[in-house]
């Protein structure tokens, strides 16, 4: 059975830092690429950031220098360290295992940034 623990989300003023983590079981989790989602309200959902099962990374043009993604295959785990929040990124943010046939979700970790 897949499953997904998800953490690490809170509420932050802006300019904070969160890190988010999520430890997968059920899959061979070295086999899949990871990647973190986030859904804002009113808006769709979007791509925030991938790491491969190379290890090779990418994140979304509003992110990009303040948000890195990593994999930890030992421990199961992907994580989002999140710098210099914005109001903008206040979402629900979704783990995701993906390969070729499957995709797997987490059920969301909540992130709000304000004054």
């Known amino acids: 059975q897949v499953q997904f623990v998800e953490s690490g989300g809170g509420s932050v003023q802006p300019g904070g830092s969160l890190r988010l983590s999520c430890i997968a079981s059920g899959f061979t989790f070295s086999n899949y690429d990871m990647s973190w989602y986030r859904r804002a309200p009113g808006k769709e959902r979007e791509l925030v950031a991938s790491v491969v099962r190379t290890g090779s990374t990418n994140a979304a043009d509003s992110v990009k220098g303040r948000f890195t993604i990593s994999r930890d295959n030992a421990k199961n785990t992907v994580y989002l360290q999140m710098n210099n929040l914005k109001p903008e990124d206040t979402a629900v943010y979704y783990c995701?295992?993906?390969?070729?046939?499957?995709?797997?979700w987490g059920q969301g970790t909540q992130v709000t940034v304000s004054s």
């Open positions: 995701n295992a993906r390969n070729r046939k499957l995709s797997y």
